[in-house]
């Protein structure tokens, strides 16, 4: 049990009885951690657990750059810009020890190490030939070395049996666009305004990577923009305009930006999206809503929340760049959040690197001019980046629970405002203000006149949204967006793990995402699903799912799946070690488990064996005396002779 | 650490029931045919006894209970085996090389004794040994370290008083002495009870007074086989 920096210290240099696993919980794990790492000899383990009652300042396993090797030319990270500054890197370390996570709602676990510990553990400077409270952990991973090796011992074998030590990350990316966009149409080369936001985050624990911060209110941004844009334009007015929206859901970016990387690569060699695929020419605008949320907490008291909009341009700002964020802060202003423009080619870590590393011509061109959302200038405002800890609350939420009515309504911001229900210092409002901002944006830039309607992003839908993600899967939303012949047993009452995972297993994330897009932004028909089976308008999917009042409804969408696999896997020669592309593969594993027991000093099996050797030697010995002096001792007694021998022979 | 004390316990329990088989048991293979038929019946003695165990439904969790019917089932399967022995030693007798056997009545005691004691003892403590191995011991909410070796001390206890009482107890009814099979029933009630105090951790009470009747037995069937310690004791002399 490490409650100091102290205690780490004996344990490294003075324990006797070593190596321990070391008990550690949050707010000390920050301190202890790299005395662990640099004298590793003593240390078989640490357990982690999260400390219910108080949150350290900072927790972040990942770099101080993160995914610094995947930067577009001049996406650096040095000197005053280092954008996850509190980032311990060791999501990118090779840490010889297994590392456990105990969340605050197994810390029943805490308390019988913590008592078995004191019973037994608590001397010292006596350790050595005691018994001692020990605890086990088992993690076991496969693979070894890096990928190319990993990959090459899963893909050969001298006795033609292939052992699969690893798989490549992946995933699925997810995309909608405003407006139909069907092969026929295709030449009619609409310009689409790409909006883009990544899904996955990840976390040094398997199935804790709850991304807050790192990835959901982003992603809860764009999927609200994107259903308060489908209500303000019809889908009638498609051939009104030449311009067209596409919304897109990035997988694995917490992994050198795989979804991205792998995007912008089908981009370059026109293949995507795959139904009528796009040039860099074809995007008039790229928006990408970065990193937004971490800094909700700080201004929780108030009903501020300061975005910026980095631009990596220092001159020849493109027209695009210009008009749009000047029609965002105009709109963010009427809608009480402010804007301000970074204009800075040292972007913060976001997919628009992969834009800028794959697609450099057109991004360094101007051609495809880019844009970043984010809540930080400089450094981060998340302190909880890429860990366990960027939960929901890290950015403060607290979830309202109103019930959502039969034709799918949400109750509008200003609503829940006059009456109560929400403040104007809540995440749900600012977020679902920024989404209002921002499809406003949207809707001037396809249509070309200012909006004057009344259609605004609700509160309600983001409060459900972020529950869904950042609480349990098994809520409304995601229950009406499921199919409907979907009879499984409801998810799990906790939030799915954002992490990406293998590229053969897919992972709740996506699908979750995907579906409440066409749920969100479809059109709902009234048809049977017989007839929604049949319906097959181009460029139009069609999901029968159960809806608000959960009887089944056919979803017509424009959504779809794309893979998201990096194209190093993809590329028919290419070279590993070139570093062009995201290379992380996941190695086989088995199943952990931990487990305390007490372990013995070792008196008892000293005075078995002595006892043993004694009482061994001493029955050898007595019989073979007795057997060879039998004559002498054992005198046949007389009554016996003959007593049971009925028969002689 | 757990693996010594896996061997160790091992070598406590069997180490001297080994030796005394490899010297008096093993150069005879009607004595290994004795000692297994006489390690069957105590398995069936065991059998008969779990079934009374899985019957009475409510005593179940009593351990006292299923052990007294345990004892006296085992003692009745002892008399048992000395009836199967006895009408069956002609029949040995025709089979074996050494026609002696059975000129002495202690010899087939001993052995049929010994077959008792190995498997009683074997069950006493596998499911122990197994629990060795590790990685943990005892300790975490009770339970003392020292639980395995007085495990297997007691296990060769048991084993080694099977042995002596099923000398005395072959000698008793052959003499209808009745102060004799007394005596065999009466310490193995004893030593059984006794080991009940192992869950209080007495592990000291429970070994000294057992180790006390194993001499005293040890004792008593040395004179039933008819040993004299006069003669034990020339043997010493006769050497120096």
Redesign the interface.
């Known amino acids: 049990m490490i409650s100091n920096i102290s205690d780490a210290q004996w344990m490294v240099y003075n324990s006797s009885a070593g190596p321990y696993v070391a008990v550690v919980n949050t707010i000390v794990f920050n301190e202890v951690i790299e005395i662990f790492m640099q004298e590793p000899t003593n240390v078989a383990g640490i357990l982690l657990y999260e400390n219910a009652t108080e949150r350290p300042d900072f927790f972040s396993p990942e770099t101080q750059c993160p995914n610094e090797n995947s930067v577009g030319p001049d996406g650096k990270c040095a000197g005053d810009v280092v954008w996850n500054e509190n980032g311990s890197g060791l999501l990118r370390r090779d840490i010889p020890f297994p590392i456990f996570f105990l969340p605050s709602s197994r810390i029943s676990e805490i308390d019988k190490i913590t008592q078995c510990h004191d019973r037994y553990n608590l001397d010292k400077d006596n350790q050595k030939g005691r018994p001692l409270c020990s605890l086990q952990l088992s993690s076991f991973m496969y693979a070894a070395v890096n990928t190319a090796v990993c990959l090459r011992r899963s893909a050969t074998s001298i006795f033609g049996i292939a052992i699969k030590m690893c798989d490549p990350l992946g995933d699925y990316n997810v995309y909608s666009s405003l407006f139909p966009r069907p092969k026929e149409t295709a030449k009619e080369n609409k310009q689409v305004i790409l909006v883009t936001a990544r899904m996955d985050a990840a976390s040094l624990f398997d199935g804790v990577a709850p991304g807050a911060a790192s990835a959901v209110v982003g992603l809860v941004t764009l999927i609200t923009t994107a259903a308060t844009l489908s209500q303000m334009i019809p889908l009638s007015d498609a051939p009104l305009y030449n311009k067209n929206v596409l919304f897109t859901l990035f997988n694995g970016e917490s992994y050198d930006y795989i979804g991205s990387q792998r995007v912008a690569y089908d981009i370059s060699r026109g293949v995507w999206p795959p139904l009528s695929p796009i040039t860099s020419k074809d995007i008039n605008l790229h928006v990408e809503l970065g990193q937004l949320g971490g800094s909700l907490n700080l201004f929780k008291d108030n009903p501020n929340w300061p975005l910026y909009a980095y631009a990596p341009y220092t001159y020849a700002i493109p027209p695009q760049v210009t008009e749009f964020l000047a029609e965002m802060s105009s709109y963010s202003q009427s809608n009480n959040m402010t804007i301000e423009s970074e204009f800075s080619i040292n972007l913060p870590p976001s997919s628009l690197h992969s834009f800028r590393k794959i697609l450099s011509n057109a991004t360094e061109s101007g051609e495809l001019p880019e844009i970043l959302l984010v809540d930080h200038v400089g450094k981060f405002t998340n302190k909880f980046y890429q860990s366990a800890l960027d939960d929901y609350e890290s950015i403060g939420y607290t979830y309202h629970n109103i019930t959502i009515s039969n034709d799918g309504k949400f109750i509008s911001t200003d609503d829940l405002i006059s009456n109560g229900t929400m403040s104007e210092n809540e995440a749900q409002v600012k977020v679902a203000r920024v989404a209002t901002s921002l499809a406003h944006t949207l809707y001037q830039q396809i249509v070309g006149t200012a909006y004057t309607g009344n259609i605004s992003s609700s509160a309600h839908l983001v409060d459900e949204m972020l529950y869904c993600f950042l609480r349990s899967q098994a809520c409304r939303l995601l229950v009406a967006a499921d199919y409907y012949s979907n009879e499984d047993t409801p998810p799990d009452d906790r939030p799915a793990p954002l992490y990406v995972g293998v590229a053969a297993a897919s992972t709740p994330a996506a699908l979750y995402s995907g579906h409440l897009l066409a749920l969100l932004t479809g059109t709902h028909l009234q048809v049977n699903r017989t007839a929604c089976d049949k319906i097959g308008t181009p460029g139009f999917s069609y999901y029968y799912l159960r809806g608000w009042n959960h009887s089944g409804i056919c979803i017509q969408t424009t959504m779809n799946f794309s893979q998201a696999i990096s194209p190093a896997f993809i590329k028919p020669d290419y070279n590993i070690t070139s570093a062009e592309f995201s290379t992380w593969t996941e190695s086989v594993w088995l199943g952990l488990w931990a487990r305390v027991f007490v372990r013995a000093a070792g008196v008892g099996a000293r005075v078995a064996a002595a006892a043993g050797a004694f009482a061994t030697i001493l029955a050898a010995f007595t019989t073979y005396w007795l057997q060879r002096h039998a004559s002498v001792i054992f005198l046949t007694p007389v009554a016996d002779n003959g007593a049971i021998r009925s028969v002689n022979c | 650490?757990?693996a010594?004390?896996f061997?160790?316990?091992?070598?406590?329990?069997f180490?001297?029931?080994?030796?005394?088989f490899?010297?008096?048991i093993a150069n005879d293979p009607v004595r290994i045919i004795i000692m297994i038929a006489a390690a069957f019946f105590w398995l069936l003695s065991f059998l008969l006894s779990s079934m009374i165990w899985y019957a009475v439904v409510p005593l179940r969790s009593y351990l006292a209970f299923g052990m007294v019917f345990a004892i006296l089932i085992q003692e009745t399967f002892r008399f048992g085996v000395y009836l199967l022995l006895?009408r069956t030693?002609?029949g040995l007798?025709?089979i074996s090389e050494n026609?002696e056997i059975?000129?002495?009545?202690?010899e087939i005691a001993y052995v049929s004794g010994f077959g008792f004691g190995a498997m009683s003892g074997a069950f006493a403590i596998i499911n122990v040994l197994a629990d060795s191995v590790?990685?943990?011991?005892?300790?975490?909410r009770h339970g003392s370290?020292?639980?395995?070796?007085t495990s297997?001390?007691m296990t060769?206890c048991m084993t080694l008083l099977n042995t002596f009482w099923s000398v005395i107890f072959f000698n008793g009814v052959?003499?209808k002495s009745y102060l004799k099979i007394l005596w065999v029933v009466g310490s193995h009630l004893v030593v059984s009870g006794l080991s009940l105090l192992n869950r209080k951790e007495l592990y000291a009470a429970t070994i000294i007074p057992s180790y006390i009747i194993l001499v005293i037995t040890l004792y008593i069937a040395f004179k039933c086989?008819?040993?004299?310690s006069k003669?034990?004791l020339?043997?010493f002399r006769?050497r120096t």
């Open positions: 650490m757990t010594a004390e061997f160790s316990c091992s070598l406590l329990a180490g001297a029931p080994l030796a005394m490899a010297l008096t006895k030693e002609s007798k025709e026609h059975g000129s002495n009545k202690a590790g990685p943990g011991t005892l300790g975490l370290e020292y639980f395995f070796v297997a001390s060769l052959d003499n086989a008819g040993g004299s003669g034990f020339q043997t006769a």
